[in-house]
Structures are given as structure tokens and as C-alpha cells.
């Protein structure tokens, strides 16, 4: 193995997407990056910055407290979900920067729900990244 | 400097259900498509297939049984996977090899079957193209994407229901004199309007269908071709882009930032502006991806592809005729077949093949053909001689 170039930050590979996902289904957390040079904030797993293109990503601590961003009822799931439509599928902007993909199960239709309304993560055992209102 | 690069020939069979494999149709259209062209198949240097969905018929490596096919089994291929920009990328592809002067002709041939899936499978399918774990994983379905991009447009833009259904009702329009389409048959904004909802605020009328379908492409060297018995298809230019992956993880919603960096750089290569251009093929997967796909390639500005479309601006017989070939919307989105089949609507466009369809003016074209949620995208621009 080459050696790493000391400047070039802290291996974010240190992460895999597994411990994104199990991070919020059974260890409760909402895992995320932090470029240290642009400050783009994901919860995406990678190792470069998709921004800025600066192998600075550092673990960031996300609070899962946010604003909808965009949404949609989905009434037509795929397998992982054929027992849960409609629900709603969220774009949600965290307060501290970044935007999450997750869902709504209790949100069932159009008027239960709008863009700019505060939304809150849940940590649950159940698929994916959950919201609800706050 | 590229050589110029022209398409002789194209073929395409009927999109919507298919009783053959998708092997057998890919071959037949390749062969039509090469005789159109007045090559025969021993002249193909290389063939480009596209079937992103290939093992969904159990099948993979298919080029070698489609050269097998068409009696040239020494020929190269390779399979060329962009999710449902396939066939544009294969497209590019041949045109590096041949403007490149490693071949003087390439076949390019997409093919996909979906039919014998059931809904549920099909939909299961699509999620894959998306980032699985990071969108999938968390409720999206490819509807379900583009939902949230027509939430956006609609919260900040204002664009309507009834502008989402005037994109719909002129693809049906189209494409009921398209014989290769799926659906060769008119609706009406009542239908739209009354069809269920799939993912809020997109309706089933919103929606391309699960097609099957083959198109294929024969791209040549124009100086070794000197006397085609074809209106030759020009590549004026052949541009690909990416973007961030996630729809969650780009700066905005309402445009596909891969689409705008192709539309920049063919409108570079090829030195036209849009006004220059005659009509276009461009990816309506669902109805506002028309609508975004018009203002990210800079021929309307933001919000205005909506009101436009509703004005019958967009229409066959408008100022600037978009899909006329129907669209994915009803022409069928056989995923590895859409992005050769926009260039098959060209070629007919410019040959006068085009029938009830034909375009006023069909002298400059632009095909834009879009992988997944937009983090791939080709944009191709051509012209006649």
C-alpha cells in the first residue's frame, strides 16, 4: 500500500455504507460528511467531496431536524415498500446544512403535508431513513 | 481533428409487447437498419449494444449473439450500460470510434424487454438505476424522483397540473401517427386529468409506460460513404455529461445539471445556438421531465417551458415541435432503445419518412436522452448536409 498523503485529510472510507444504514436503524444515528473546505454537508456515503472534490470529508454528527424540501405521496411503492403506500418520500434541508432522502409513513396524502413545514428524524428498526412531523 | 460522422441508417421495430427475445429483435432491427443504409453487415467494424436490463431475460453478453445473428461473429462488441441513456452512450461511443478513424462503421443497436415483469418487479427494477441504499432504501421509486423534481418546479415556478397534461396530450397526439409507437392513440386533458395518481402530483397520463422495444443505428465515416442512398443524419455533435448522483446531494431540483452541461458543450462542438434548431427529441420520461429538459437546454427560460407547451408552442405544427415522434411518453421508454430510437425519429424527420408526423422543417435536430434521475446525460445535435 502506497502511503497516504498526509494533506489530503482523513480517509473517509473509514465509513462504509452499511454503517450508514445501520447507523440509523439499529445504532440510531443519522450518519453524515462535512467538507472541511466548502463545508458541503451529506449523508451519502463517499470519499471525495462531490462539491468541491476535496478528499476532506469528515464525520458530522447530523441532528435529522429540518424543513421539507420536496415531496410526493407515493401510492405505487417498489418491494421494499409494498406494505407501507401511500407514504409520503421526502427531500428534507437539515438546519444544519445538507438534504436527506427519507420517509413519512404516517403522511398518506397531498394535503397532510407541504414544502417549508418542520420535520424531525426518527430512529427506527424499520427501512430507511424516517421522518416525522415536528 | 474528428472525421464527420454521419448516421446512414436506422431502424426501429414497433415499441410496447414483444413475443420475441430481446436478442431477436435487436438483431432484426440491426439488419434493417444496416440495409436501410445500403451497407451489408460484414462493412460493421464494431457493434455498440445497449440492454441495461439484459439479465431481466436471463441474458447477458448479448453483442456476440446479435453478430452471430447478422453473420459477422468476428466483429467486436461490447455492451454499453447508462441506465436509460443506454443507447445514447453507445451512440457516442461509436461516434469516438469512427470520427477517431478506428472504424469507418459501427452498429449501434438498444434493446430492452420488461413485459413479462409484473408491475411490482418492474417498478423494483427502475429503483435499482437510482443510488439504492441512499434513495431507494429510504421510499423513492423513479416516479417517485421525478415527483419530487415536479414538486419543486411547481412550488417555485408555478407551473400546473394542466401544463404537466398539455405535455401528455400533444406525445399522444404525436404519437398516434407513429407506427413504431406504443400508444397510437390520442387522449384528452379530461383523461389526463382523471387518470390515478402514481407518486403526487405526477398521474398515470404523467407516466411513460414499461415498453419493449429495439431500435438500431448504423454511424459512418463520411468520406468513405461518398454516394449514400440515405439522407445522411450529420453528427454535428455528440456530448455526455454526469452529475452528483443523488437528487438529494445537488445544489438544485428544478434542473438536471448533467443536461445543462451536455446542451452547453454539443451547442459548443457543433457552433448553433438553440434558435437554430428545428425541432427535438427530448427525454419526457415523465411529463415535467419535458418541461425541464426544454429550460435546462436553454430553450425556454425557468418556468416558462410550462406555459409554452400549454400555448401549443411545442406542438407539431408549432414554433418549435418537440417530441414528435410522441416521446417516451407515447412512443414507450423501452429503456436501452430510447436513446437510438429519438435519432431513428431523426433520420425519418430528415429523410421524409415521417409520414402524418412530419415536421414543417427538419433540417437541424437535437435528441437529449437522460440516465436515471439526470446523473447521466447525452445531448447529440445534427443536421442534414
Known amino acids: 500500500m502506497a502511503e497516504r498523503d498526509p494533506a489530503a485529510g482523513e480517509p473517509s472510507a473509514a465509513h462504509t455504507i452499511r454503517e450508514f444504514t445501520h447507523g440509523y436503524e439499529e445504532e440510531r444515528r443519522l450518519r453524515g460528511f462535512r467538507s472541511a473546505s466548502c463545508g458541503f454537508v451529506t449523508a451519502t456515503w463517499g470519499l471525495v467531496c462531490p462539491r468541491c472534490g476535496r478528499a476532506d470529508l469528515e464525520e458530522a454528527a447530523l441532528s435529522g431536524e429540518g424543513r421539507v424540501a420536496a415531496f410526493t405521496i407515493q401510492t405505487v411503492p417498489s418491494e421494499e415498500f409494498v406494505n407501507d403506500a401511500p407514504y409520503a418520500y421526502v427531500l428534507v434541508d437539515l ?40 | ?76 462488441s461490447c455492451t454499453i450500460e447508462s441506465a436509460c441513456s443506454s443507447s445514447s452512450a453507445a451512440l457516442h461511443e461509436a461516434y469516438v470510434h469512427v470520427a477517431g478513424g478506428f472504424h469507418d462503421a459501427a452498429l449501434v443497436v438498444g434493446v430492452e424487454k420488461l413485459s413479462h415483469l409484473d408491475t411490482l ?24 424522483l421525478y415527483a419530487t423534481i415536479a414538486n419543486a418546479h411547481m412550488h417555485r415556478y408555478g407551473t400546473t397540473s394542466d401544463q404537466l397534461g398539455a405535455v401528455a396530450v400533444k406525445n399522444h397526439a404525436n404519437g398516434a401517427l407513429n407506427p413504431h409507437a406504443h400508444f397510437q392513440k390520442p387522449i384528452s386533458m379530461e383523461t389526463y386529468r382523471s387518470s390515478p395518481v402514481i407518486a403526487s402530483p405526477l398521474r398515470l397520463y404523467d407516466c411513460c409506460p414499461f415498453s419493449d422495444g429495439a431500435a438500431a443505428l448504423v454511424v459512418v465515416a463520411a468520406e468513405k460513404y461518398p ?18 448522483a443523488d437528487m438529494h446531494d445537488r445544489p438544485e431540483l428544478t434542473g438536471l445539471p448533467a443536461s445543462q452541461r451536455a446542451g452547453a458543450e454539443a451547442f459548443r462542438q457543433a457552433r448553433l445556438v438553440p434558435a437554430q434548431v428545428d425541432f427535438l427529441e427530448v427525454h419526457d420520461c415523465f411529463t415535467i421531465a419535458e418541461l425541464v429538459a426544454l429550460e435546462d437546454l436553454g430553450f425556454f427560460p425557468r418556468g416558462a417551458a410550462g406555459p409554452a407547451t400549454a400555448e401549443g408552442v411545442t406542438a407539431r405544427d408549432g414554433k418549435l415541435p418537440v417530441n414528435p415522434s410522441g416521446g417516451l411518453k407515447a412512443k414507450g421508454h423501452p429503456v436501452s432503445a430510447t436513446g437510438a430510437s429519438q435519432v431513428v425519429e431523426v433520420f425519418e424527420q430528415f429523410n421524409g419518412l415521417a409520414g402524418r408526423r412530419q415536421v414543417p422543417k427538419a433540417e437541424v435536430a437535437l435528441a437529449h436522452n437522460v440516465g436515471a434521475t439526470g446523473s447521466s446525460a447525452s445531448v447529440h445535435l445534427f443536421s442534414r448536409r
Do not use: C
Not at chain 2, 22 to 31: D, I, Q
Not at chain 2, 233 to 239: G, M, N
Open chain 1, 95 to 134: 438546519d444544519e446544512g445538507g438534504r436527506v432522502s427519507g420517509w413519512m409513513p404516517a403522511v398518506r396524502s397531498d394535503g397532510d403535508l407541504a414544502i417549508g413545514d418542520r420535520v424531525r428524524w426518527v430512529p427506527s428498526y424499520k427501512a430507511g431513513v424516517q421522518f416525522e412531523k415536528a
Open chain 2, 227 to 244: 454516394n449514400p442512398v440515405t439522407e445522411p443524419v450529420v453528427i454535428r455533435a455528440s456530448a455526455r455529461a454526469g452529475s452528483i
Open chain 2, 121 to 144: 418487479t418492474a417498478t423494483s427494477y427502475f429503483a435499482i438505476g437510482a443510488d439504492y441504499p441512499f434513495e431507494s432504501h429510504n421510499g423513492a421509486t423513479f416516479p417517485g
Open chain 2, 1 to 76: 481533428m474528428p472525421r464527420p460522422v454521419w448516421v446512414l441508417g436506422a431502424a426501429s421495430n414497433r415499441f410496447g409487447k414483444m413475443a420475441e427475445t430481446g436478442r431477436e429483435a435487436a438483431a432484426r432491427v440491426s439488419l434493417e437498419a444496416i440495409r436501410r443504409a445500403g451497407l451489408e453487415p460484414k462493412e460493421i467494424g464494431y457493434t455498440f449494444v445497449s440492454n441495461a436490463f439484459g439479465l431481466a431475460e436471463r441474458q447477458a453478453h448479448v453483442g456476440p449473439l446479435i453478430n452471430t445473428a447478422l453473420g459477422i461473429p468476428e466483429v467486436p
